[in-house]
């Protein structure tokens, strides 16, 4: 019983800090990431635009997507995010899902388009998730996708699967 949804996916542009600053006003995102709440758009924005100018590493590619449940970007749902790491052969895997839109299969369904987008990158093998393990729906959603937990560091669960 696996909802898949046609999900708006774009990559993530600064202009998104309007759509999604409110969405992430809500205390209850926060209680398993490890992400702060933005005080102003202007602090969105610049974290924005440091997600897009990427890390300093060239071992690592950041990738950041905005979804929305519209195609002209009014509605934004949640974000998903990979970090490659190149010698590796994996990337880390995230999302995050506002709360209107919590237990109705978006989470499950942006990981799947997630590894989909994955599975054409000839240098990743393998993906990983680390997880909160207060965290018992974002654990449903990497079981379901077929994520097996491979051991527990700095009080996270680590989730992997093989790819490829």
Do not use: C
């Not at 590796?88 to 987008?117: P, R, T």
């Not at 560091?153 to 490829?164: A, C, G, H, P, S």
């Amino acid at each position: 019983n696996f909802i898949f949804f046609n999900l708006n996916v774009f990559l993530l542009s600064i202009s998104d800090a309007e759509n999604t600053f409110n969405y992430l006003q809500d205390d209850e995102l926060y209680l398993y990431i490890p992400d702060v709440k933005y005080e102003n758009i202007q602090q969105l924005r610049n974290r924005y635009q440091s997600l897009i100018d990427g890390s300093h590493n060239t071992n690592e590619e950041w990738m950041n997507w905005i979804i929305y449940s519209d195609f002209h970007k009014k509605y934004p749902i949640g974000t998903i995010q990979a970090t490659v790491l190149k010698d590796e052969k994996k990337a880390y895997v995230g999302y995050v899902i506002y709360k209107k839109y919590w237990n109705q299969g978006y989470g499950y369904s942006a990981l799947q388009w997630l590894e989909n987008f994955l599975k054409e990158k000839d240098n990743v093998q393998y993906l990983e998730g680390y997880v909160d393990p207060r965290n018992i729906f974002s654990i449903k959603i990497l079981e379901k996708s077929g994520f097996i937990k491979t051991h527990e560091e700095d009080n996270d669960y680590v989730y992997r699967k093989q790819i490829k």
